[in-house]
């Protein structure tokens, strides 16, 4: 079932939005060689509560970091420990918040320091397939025009989906329907509403789609080897077109944007 929203609860799903915007920018200003991930994810912690939140991933079915940290060829859902960034590295955070019971996600691959060109093709195409996505979220558009959108664009560039995992609904609880896939026909799927919020995500990597789950059961890599990024924003559909709600920052008239 999916559950809308009342332009109220989106104003307050935005409100951590901004805690979570704040706290992604703290750590791209602490991201650099010879940081490690464990101390990412105590800054982050240490400012998400510092605002009254909570970070969502902590404790979250036994996760046991407040961020989510991959470098290289780990997909997703990396926990946060004594691994030390490098050089040439590239590295996907996830953060969760909850404020006022409330839910954002958002997801950013940062480069190290200077990275191959294979690297940095990955990275700008992924990010460019979540907004063009974003662009899709409107009212009357169906889930497959926004799943089309990111397949169509990280296809061409010769890169590949990773279609084991998804996308999400999301609001008072993390994850709430509709799952959100990277690729899809257009036309079909859910009949996009206002009030629907989305956490659209595409996770790619430079080599084969195929995953497999590291030893510990959170971390997802890609089964080659090969690099991966990953983009996630929170996203409104409201009667005005997509809202970012986790966004890099806002327009001059404190709409979101990319």
């Known amino acids: 079932m999916i559950l809308k929203k009342s332009p109220a609860e989106i104003e307050r799903m935005a409100s951590a939005g901004a805690i979570l915007v704040k706290t992604m920018n703290l750590l791209a200003g602490k991201i650099r060689p010879g940081v490690s991930t464990r101390e990412l994810d105590r800054a982050a912690e240490r400012y998400i509560r510092s605002q009254g939140a909570e970070p969502a991933f902590k404790g979250y079915r036994g996760f046991p970091g407040s961020i989510c940290v991959s470098p290289n060829s780990m997909i997703v859902h990396g926990i946060p420990g004594p691994y030390k960034l490098a050089r040439g590295d590239v590295l996907s955070v996830d953060v969760g918040v909850i404020a006022d019971g409330w839910v954002a996600d958002a997801a950013r691959t940062f480069a190290v320091g200077p990275i191959s060109p294979i690297a940095h093709k990955l990275l ?70 206002p009030g629907m919020v989305l956490a659209v995500e595409p996770m790619v990597t430079a080599g084969r789609q195929a995953v497999r789950v590291a030893e510990d059961r959170w971390a997802i890599y890609s089964q080659d080897g090969s690099l991966a990024a990953h983009f996630e ?22 709409r979101a944007v990319a």
């Open 124 to 193: 700008a195409t992924t990010e460019q397939a979540l907004l063009l996505a974003v662009e899709q979220c409107r009212g009357g558009n169906r889930l497959g025009d926004v799943s089309h959108a990111v397949q169509v664009h990280v296809e061409a560039a010769g890169l590949s989906i990773v279609r084991s995992l998804v996308g999400h609904g999301i609001g008072r609880s993390m994850h709430e329907d509709p799952q959100v896939p990277n690729y899809g026909k257009p036309g079909t799927g859910v009949t996009l509403e």
């Open 233 to 254: 924003f929170t996203i409104a559909i409201t009667a005005d077109g997509p809202r970012i709600l986790t966004p890099w920052h806002e327009a001059g008239d404190g």
